[in-house]
């Protein structure tokens, strides 16, 4: 039995009135050990916590929806989870525990979110990881939330396990949204820990699919897409509302083979692409995966991109408020300019690893006491 791993799923706030999940997708999910990225908590309490971005929030009954699907986890370290607070994020866990579904990638604080769920499968143990990048939604020591990404605690809980399993997955949120290619960065880690002794590393959060990689014979999915997020701004046959289905052999974990889903605008459910509509996501899914392998061409690559994402990040960093932020990007011309004192004082907080760590340490403290 194969391990399907899907992208985001992120419905509607309210239940459909309808069976979002085609015949055809849930004979793959009852047939494979299926895990699907849950990105929004299943609560009817709590309130909206300080964040940047949307607070999303489901119906608790949305976990007995994918466990009739046949799904068998979620992963919860994503950086929606902790939308709801403390009590979102446990109502979650809660609610699919009772549905019968498993669950990892959040917890009551940082090392229960860390702990890994081990499965069987073709006779072999599997540990299987989930984390995801530092924002809103994270754990700590003394708070409920999601698993966030360390490189050494992942090198080390990726070398611990491998004395006690056959198999280890990762399975990582993050990335820069809506971009087809992984960051350099990220490409480093996970070279890095398939070298630690990964196995298998996948990738969602940008919610459009990218390419693959097989690094030492271990196999790399750089982003799924989304499974379906629900979103009043993208057309319905976008690359926003189509993903990967990610099926792994853990007896080969070097074969590539993957389906790609689509949301269906007219019969509003979640269906498996057929072999004559996938052509064109298909060869772009191999043209990406070629260019993930050439680091001159990502270098290349992001530095436009980031050069493009020049007046955003001036905006963020500059804007006082809100509404300041939405006329600073309707008339650019208005943002202030960054003087050479700002320039060099945000380029040291952000470039030195202390300084950083200290600025967040201190921006942590700020924030909490306003959340309370």
Same mark, same amino acid.
């Given at each position: 039995?194969?391990?399907?791993?899907?992208?985001?799923?992120?419905?509607?706030?309210?239940?459909?009135?309808?069976?979002?999940? +085609? %015949?055809?997708?849930?004979?793959?999910?009852?047939?494979?050990?299926?895990?699907?990225?849950?990105? +929004?908590?299943?609560?009817?309490?709590?309130?909206?916590?300080?964040?940047?971005?949307?607070?999303?929030?489901?119906?608790?009954?949305?976990?007995?929806?994918?466990?009739?699907?046949?799904?068998?986890?979620?992963?919860? @370290?994503?950086?929606?989870?902790?939308?709801?607070?403390?009590?979102?994020?446990?109502? +979650?866990?809660?609610?699919?525990?009772?549905?019968?579904?498993?669950?990892?990638?959040? =917890?009551?604080?940082?090392? *229960?979110?860390?702990?890994?769920? &081990?499965?069987?499968?073709?006779?072999?143990?599997? @540990?299987? /990881?989930?984390?995801?990048?530092?924002?809103?939604?994270? @754990?700590?020591?003394?708070?409920?939330?999601?698993?966030?990404?360390?490189?050494?605690? $992942?090198?080390?809980?990726?070398?611990?396990?491998?004395?006690?399993?056959?198999?280890?997955?990762?399975?990582?949120?993050?990335?820069?949204?809506? %971009?087809?290619?992984?960051?350099?960065?990220?490409?480093?880690?996970?070279? /890095?820990?398939?070298?630690?002794? @990964?196995?298998?590393?996948?990738?969602? #959060?940008?919610?459009?699919?990218? =390419?693959? *990689?097989?690094?030492? =014979?271990?196999?790399?999915?750089?982003?799924?897409?989304?499974? /379906? $997020?629900?979103?009043?701004?993208?057309?319905?046959?976008?690359?926003?509302?189509?993903?990967?289905?990610?099926? &792994?052999?853990?007896?080969?974990?070097?074969? &590539?083979?993957?389906?790609? +889903?689509?949301?269906?605008?007219?019969?509003?459910?979640?269906?498996?692409?057929?072999?004559?509509?996938?052509?064109? !996501?298909?060869?772009?899914?191999?043209?990406?995966?070629?260019?993930?392998? !050439?680091?001159?061409?990502?270098?290349?690559?992001?530095?436009?991109?980031?050069?493009? %994402?020049?007046?955003?990040?001036?905006?963020?960093?500059?804007?006082?408020?809100?509404?300041?932020?939405?006329? /600073?990007?309707?008339?650019?011309?208005?943002?202030?300019?960054?003087?050479?004192?700002?320039?060099?004082?945000?380029?040291? &907080?952000?470039?030195?690893?202390? #300084?950083?760590?200290?600025?967040?340490?201190?921006?942590?403290?700020?924030? %909490?006491?306003?959340?309370?």
């Amino acid at each position: 039995m194969p391990i399907i791993i899907t992208g985001d799923f992120s419905p509607r706030r309210n239940l459909p009135p309808y069976d979002p999940f +085609t %015949q055809k997708i849930k004979d793959i999910f009852c047939n494979s050990y299926t895990i699907v990225n849950l990105e +929004t908590p299943l609560t009817e309490k709590g309130f909206p916590i300080l964040k940047t971005g949307k607070n999303y929030r489901c119906s608790p009954k949305y976990a007995e929806i994918l466990k009739n699907a046949g799904v068998d986890c979620v992963t919860l @370290a994503n950086n929606h989870i902790r939308d709801y607070g403390d009590v979102g994020v446990m109502d +979650t866990i809660t609610y699919c525990n009772n549905a019968g579904l498993d669950v990892v990638g959040a =917890g009551e604080n940082i090392e *229960e979110a860390r702990k890994p769920i &081990i499965i069987d499968r073709e006779n072999k143990d599997i @540990a299987i /990881f989930n984390y995801c990048e530092k924002e809103f939604s994270i @754990a700590k020591h003394n708070r409920i939330g999601a698993n966030p990404f360390d490189v050494v605690n $992942a090198y080390y809980d990726i070398k611990n396990y491998k004395k006690k399993v056959d198999r280890v997955i990762i399975i990582y949120h993050g990335g820069i949204e809506y %971009q087809h290619y992984p960051t350099i960065e990220m490409v480093k880690n996970f070279h /890095f820990l398939i070298d630690a002794g @990964a196995d298998v590393i996948i990738a969602h #959060h940008t919610h459009i699919y990218s =390419g693959y *990689e097989i690094y030492k =014979g271990k196999l790399i999915y750089y982003g799924l897409g989304n499974l /379906f $997020a629900y979103s009043k701004n993208n057309k319905i046959n976008s690359k926003w509302y189509k993903g990967i289905l990610a099926e &792994i052999d853990i007896k080969l974990i070097d074969r &590539i083979s993957y389906f790609i +889903t689509k949301y269906n605008g007219k019969s509003l459910n979640i269906d498996i692409m057929e072999h004559n509509e996938i052509v064109e !996501d298909r060869k772009l899914i191999e043209y990406i995966s070629k260019n993930v392998l !050439d680091i001159n061409y990502l270098f290349s690559m992001w530095e436009k991109e980031y050069y493009k %994402q020049t007046h955003s990040i001036l905006r963020a960093l500059q804007s006082s408020s809100n509404i300041q932020q939405k006329i /600073f990007k309707l008339f650019p011309f208005l943002t202030p300019k960054l003087t050479n004192y700002r320039l060099i004082n945000w380029l040291n &907080i952000l470039q030195c690893d202390s #300084h950083r760590n200290k600025a967040i340490k201190v921006l942590e403290n700020l924030y %909490q006491k306003r959340e309370d």
